[in-house]
């Protein structure tokens, strides 16, 4: 019989959802009738460039609603980026927030709504353990997201990661709401428009597509999953297996693009209830100390695809009939095999996946030194979601899997 907790609260996070080609234009009249005046568009160096942004402003110019651009955030959103960005919303008195990008642009507008209103930095608002909840005593800016990469899902829930520029880890903001309407920095809306995908790069795509996985896979698998994320998850791993290698081969096609942003998006609705585990949590301690110059910087996505098959093996014992599960939702034929056997087999699955899409398969491959093993290691183990591991994990534990990871398969 499958894991879940028989007693559990679901939040779905997000307010509205607008998903389909071409919804990007409707952001102004959402913005009016919101009564939203002077929003701040927060995105990356990159989207400022491109008709992306075009397509936003020509859409609150047609509306006649007011705006300023900040294009400075950076990959693996930094502190001093959100400080200096809520500076902003508040010189232009911010009526509201949009989070135009990856998962970096919308996880900086989240922070950015939340110090924009809240005294103290953000760094005050990270959360470490569940009574860190109430820190937020004042609702942030209403924020509008609109993802451009399909992966984070953070358009879909209510939280965000930022980096400790001292510390070089990053931390968990934000947390469901404590009371029904309390303070959440949960978007009001997400504009969920696939067309604003398709230029996007081989790389980008396949590591942006196996972070929108490893969401589904901890989610599906972590001590705190519900029958609602595990359904919601089942279904977003099929669709990843199915869609991503098309978006990778052909960006233009627009149904594997559409397939990927609901996967994405899904993910972030799933594991804000049920929790990431051990693949994230050395997926974020990699992005801590690999997340900007003058280290390599390693993709989020991609660190998360580099943990995955070796979180997998030592997991998949703990909950043989969910990992079996998932190794036929990665299309591997399991029929007539032992449990533990059948549930091993989704290591060749996600092998497979991560193959197809030609994604580096070594630590060492992309630019680890060996000797910062250690300080990952730790890294991991101040994760908020260590505890939600189906298999208890420490340190050492994650150095081994570090360890492994480095020599790669």
């Known amino acids: 019989m499958e894991r879940f907790r028989r007693q559990f609260a679901f939040n779905w996070g997000v307010g509205t959802i607008e998903f389909g080609a071409g919804k990007v234009a409707q952001l102004g009249p959402i913005a009016k009738a919101m009564k939203a005046r002077n929003l701040l568009v927060v995105t990356d160096k990159a989207i400022a460039k491109t008709d992306i942004l075009g397509k936003v402003e020509d859409s609150l110019k047609g509306a006649k609603v007011s705006y300023t651009v900040f294009g400075e955030v950076e990959p693996n959103p930094l502190d001093t980026i959100v400080e200096k960005g809520a500076a902003i919303a508040r010189e232009t008195k911010a009526g509201a927030i949009v989070g135009l990008g990856g998962g970096s642009s919308i996880d900086t507008a989240k922070g950015i709504s939340v110090i924009a209103t809240n005294p103290g930095s953000i760094r005050d608002f990270q959360i470490t353990s569940p009574a860190d909840f109430l820190k937020m005593k004042i609702h942030p800016l209403p924020l509008i997201a609109i993802p451009t990469t399909s992966g984070t899902g953070t358009e879909g829930n209510f939280w965000a990661i930022v980096t400790h520029t001292e510390k070089w880890n990053k931390m968990a903001i934000g947390g469901p709401p404590q009371y029904p309407g309390g303070p959440c920095i949960a978007a009001k809306v997400s504009i969920n428009d696939p067309q604003l995908t398709v230029t996007l790069p081989p790389f980008q795509t396949a590591s942006t597509g196996l972070d929108a996985f490893a969401h589904h896979y901890d989610s599906y698998t972590a001590n705190l999953a519900t029958p609602i994320s595990d359904a919601i998850s089942e279904y977003s791993m099929k669709l990843i297996r199915n869609f991503l290698p098309i978006a990778y081969t052909n960006g233009k096609d627009l149904e594997a693009r559409e397939m990927m942003m609901l996967a994405s998006l899904l993910g972030g609705i799933s594991f804000a209830n049920s929790d990431c585990s051990a693949v994230h949590c050395l997926g974020e301690a990699l992005g801590g100390l690999y997340g900007n110059p003058p280290r390599p910087v390693v993709a989020h996505g991609l660190a998360c695809s580099l943990f ?78 260590v505890d939600s591991n189906p298999r208890p994990v420490n340190l050492d534990i994650f150095l081994d899997l570090l360890n492994k990871a480095y020599k790669g398969w």
């Open 308 to 385: 995955m098959p070796w979180v997998m093996e030592f997991n998949c014992l703990t909950d043989p009939v969910k990992h079996a599960n998932v190794a036929r939702f990665l299309g591997e034929d399991v029929s007539g095999l032992t449990l533990n056997v059948a549930a091993h087999r989704c290591v060749d699955g996600v092998k497979r996946l991560i193959r197809s899409v030609g994604l580096p398969t070594s630590l060492e491959a992309v630019g680890v030194k060996k000797e910062d093993l250690p300080a990952v290691a730790e890294r991991a183990t101040w994760n908020v979601s």
